[in-house]
């Protein structure tokens, strides 16, 4: 199944067996970006995690 990157509307298509929620990383502008809907496939980027924090 297809979906259309939401920063350079790249196609990118993953395997039958995705599900909300993964992190796919965009092949061609190399955005992280996690997937919220798998009928249509849709992508929002994902959140940058601080490393910062904690410790
Ligand atoms: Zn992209």
Redesign the pocket.
Known sequence: MKGE??????E?ELGKDTVAGELVE??????E?EVIEIDPLTFTEAPQEEEDWGE
Do not use: E, F, S, Y
């Open positions: 990157c939401p920063v350079c509307a790249a990118i965009c092949p061609d502008c190399g955005t970006l």
